[in-house]
C-alpha cells in the first residue's frame, strides 16, 4: 500500500504566505510525476502545479509567479510555496503522485489540507 499525506495548510491573511507538504510512504517505487491540485467549494478539482522527476515544472496560470513546487526524491515529498495569497486561493489542497508499477502507471492522491485566505 501506499499513504500519502499532506501538511501544512490553515489559515492566513490575504499576502500571506504558507508551505504544503505531501510525504508518500509505504511500497514506493519509481515516482514519476507529483503535483497539487485545489478545489474550492461548489467547483471542480483543478491543477495547482506539477513536477517530473527530472525537475520540470508546470503551474496553473492564475498561480504563476506566486507559487513554487519542489521535491526531494530521496525522501519521496513534494513542496508547494504559496506566497501573496488571496482569497480566491481558497480551497482543500491535495497531492497527487503518479507511479510506474511493473510497467502500469497508477495515480495516488492525498486527504487533502484547508487552505484558507482571509480578506
Known amino acids: 500500500q501506499v499513504q500519502v499525506v499532506e501538511s501544512g495548510g490553515g489559515l492566513v491573511q490575504a499576502g500571506g504566505s504558507l508551505r504544503l507538504s505531501c510525504a508518500a510512504s509505504g511500497r514506493i517505487f519509481r515516482i514519476n510525476t507529483m503535483g497539487w491540485y485545489h478545489q474550492a467549494p461548489g467547483k471542480q478539482r483543478e491543477l495547482v502545479a506539477t513536477i517530473t522527476n527530472g525537475g520540470s515544472t508546470n503551474y496553473a496560470d492564475s498561480v504563476k509567479g506566486r507559487f513554487t513546487i519542489s521535491r526531494d526524491n530521496a525522501k519521496n515529498t513534494v513542496y508547494l510555496q504559496m506566497n501573496s495569497l488571496n482569497p480566491d486561493d481558497t480551497a482543500v489542497y491535495y497531492c497527487?503522485?503518479?507511479?510506474?508499477?511493473?510497467?502500469?502507471?497508477?495515480?495516488?492522491w492525498g486527504q487533502g489540507t484547508q487552505v484558507t485566505v482571509s480578506s
Open positions: 497527487t503522485l503518479q507511479m510506474r508499477v511493473l510497467g502500469v502507471l497508477y495515480d495516488y
